[in-house]
C-alpha cells in the first residue's frame, strides 16, 4: 500500500523536530538562565498564563510517552513497581516516577530541571491529583497551586461555573505564579499571548478538518499525534505555534490538491481502503508497529478523540483575549477529559458523518481509566445509532508488557474483514 522507495522529510517535520529540541535545551539550562520552570498537565494546561509570566512549563506525560517511544519506559516502571507502585496505576505516573529515580534525564537526554511550581489544572482525571500528590512527596517545599475544573455533568458550562474558575485564577493561582515568577501579572501580556493561541487552534482545526477529501490527505490519529505536538507542549501562545501550524496547513493542502492520501514512515500511501474513527490514546512503545497495522491493510484514521485531548477545537472553542481569564477558565473546562459520555459519544458520531467512516475503533488502555470507563456502552451506542461496525483492541500507553501484536493483529484482521463485507454490501444495493 505504501511507496517506500523514497521517504523525504516534509520542511513541518524538521521545523517541530528543531522546535522541540530547542524546547528541551531551554529546559535544562533554564536554572543558568533564571527561568522558573512549571509542572503542569496537558488537559485544561494554563501555556499562556506560564508564558505571559516567561516560565517554562514541563508535562510530566509527555514526557512519558516520548519515553515510552524511545523505549526507556519499561525499566523506569519497574523501578516504580519496585517502590510500592501497584500494576494497576497509569503507566504515564509510574514512567514519570521511574525517570526521577534514574536523575530525570528527559526522553532527549538532557536533565530536566526540577519545578518551581507544581500547577494542577484538574480536568476529570482523578488520576492527574494522586499524580500531583506524588510530586508534591518527591518536590517537598515546592508550591502548589490548583485549579479545580467543574465536571460537564450536564454536559453545560454555566456563567456560575466560569465565575468559580476565574475567582480561583485571581485569589490563588495567579497570586502563586507572581510569587514564583518574581512578576506582576500583566494582562496586556497575557492578552497578546492569547491571540497566538486563537490563531494556532484556528490552524490546527483547519488541519484536522482535511479529512473531508476523499481520499483523506492526512491521518488523524497516527499522524495526528504529530501535528498535535507543538499545541500540547507549551508552543501555544507561540508565534512559533503560528509559524508550524501555517506551514504544516499549505503542506497538507498541497497533498489535498494533488489527491495524494497520509504520509507514513514507509512514505506516501497509495490506497485508501477503509476510514475509521479510533477513540483512545495509541500505544507508544510499540507505535511504528502499530501504526503499520493499519497503513499495511489501507485504513486511514480520518477522527480521533485522542488529539482533542489538549483541546476540542472543532465544537468551536477559542480563547479569547478580550476576556482572558474567562476564556482560560472555558478552556480548561471544555476539555475531553472533562466530557461526560453523552458528550463523548456524541462527538464521536459527529466525527463518524461527518467525515464518512466506514468504521468506529476503541484502543482501550489498560491503566488509563479516565479513557476506558465506558468505551463498551460507547461502542454498543455508536453501532446501534450509526449501524457501522465497531472493532475493540486493547493494550497500554508505555508499560510494553501490554502490547501483544499478534493478539491486536488478529483483531484487527477480523474488524477489517467485517469492513470489507459490508462495503461488498453496500455495493450490491
Ligand atoms: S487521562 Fe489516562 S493517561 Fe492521562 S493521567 Fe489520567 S489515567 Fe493517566
Redesign the pocket.
Known amino acids: 500500500m505504501t511507496n517506500t522507495k523514497e521517504v523525504k522529510k516534509d520542511k513541518s517535520m524538521i521545523l517541530q523536530k528543531e522546535m522541540i529540541a530547542k524546547q528541551f535545551q531551554d529546559l535544562a539550562t533554564a536554572k543558568e538562565q533564571g527561568k522558573k520552570v512549571v509542572y503542569t498537565f496537558v488537559p485544561g494546561n494554563l501555556s499562556e498564563l506560564i508564558h505571559a509570566f516567561d516560565m517554562i512549563p514541563v508535562y510530566p ?1 509527555i514526557n512519558a510517552l516520548q519515553s515510552g517511544m524511545r523505549k526507556k519506559s519499561g525499566a523506569f516502571i519497574k523501578d516504580s513497581e519496585k517502590i510500592g507502585y501497584s500494576e494497576d496505576i ?1 503507566t ?2 509510574k514512567c514519570d516516577v521511574g525517570m526521577m529515580m534514574n536523575g530525570n534525564i528527559g526522553p532527549y537526554g538532557e536533565k530536566i530541571p526540577a519545578p518551581d511550581l507544581l500547577l494542577l489544572s484538574y480536568t476529570g ?1 482523578f ?2 491529583m494522586k ?1 500531583f500528590e506524588n510530586l508534591e512527596r518527591i518536590y517537598p517545599g515546592v508550591p502548589v497551586a490548583m485549579l479545580h475544573t467543574p465536571y460537564q455533568e450536564d454536559g453545560k458550562i454555566t456563567p456560575e461555573m466560569v465565575t468559580y474558575m476565574v475567582k480561583q485564577l485571581k485569589e490563588d493561582v495567579i497570586p502563586k505564579m507572581e510569587k514564583v515568577s518574581g512578576k506582576k501579572f500583566d494582562e496586556t501580556k497575557l492578552k497578546e499571548v492569547l491571540k497566538n493561541a486563537r490563531q494556532t487552534q484556528e490552524l490546527i482545526n483547519q488541519i484536522f478538518q482535511m479529512p473531508k477529501y476523499t481520499p483523506s490527505p492526512i491521518d488523524a490519529y497516527f499522524a495526528g499525534v504529530y501535528y498535535i505536538g507543538p499545541i500540547n507542549t507549551g508552543f501555544r501562545g507561540t508565534p512559533e505555534a503560528v509559524e508550524y501550524y501555517t506551514l504544516l496547513l499549505e503542506e497538507i493542502n498541497e497533498r489535498a490538491k494533488l489527491g495524494l492520501g497520509p504520509v507514513t514512515p514507509e512514505g506516501g500511501m497509495t490506497e485508501e481502503k477503509y476510514r475509521l474513527v479510533v477513540e483512545g ?1 495509541p500505544n507508544w512503545t510499540s507505535f511504528r508497529e502499530f501504526w503499520k497495522l493499519f497503513y499495511d491493510m489501507g485504513a486511514v484514521v480520518v477522527a480521533s478523540s485522542y488529539t482533542k485531548v489538549g483541546g476540542v477545537y472543532d465544537l468551536g472553542f477559542r480563547h479569547n483575549p478580550d476576556k482572558p481569564l474567562e476564556s482560560l477558565a472555558e478552556y480548561c473546562m471544555s476539555c475531553y ?1 472533562n466530557y461526560n459520555l453523552p458528550q463523548r459519544i456524541d462527538l464521536l458520531k459527529k466525527c463518524i458523518t461527518e467525515y464518512k467512516a466506514d468504521g468506529f475503533l476503541v484502543h482501550s ?1 489498560k ?5 476506558s470507563a465506558g468505551q463498551l456502552a460507547m461502542m454498543r451506542k455508536i453501532e446501534e445509532d450509526l449501524q457501522i461496525p465497531v472493532g475493540f483492541i486493547e493494550s497500554d ?1 508505555v508499560d510494553p508488557r501490554y502490547f501483544s501484536y499478534s493478539n491486536i493483529k488478529n483483531r484487527l484482521e477480523s474488524f477489517f474483514q467485517m469492513l470489507e463485507q459490508r462495503k461488498a454490501i453496500m455495493n450490491q444495493n
Open positions: 506525560e497509569c504515564y505516573v482525571c488520576t492527574f499524580w490514546p477529559t488502555i491503566s488509563c481509566n479516565s479513557f500507553l
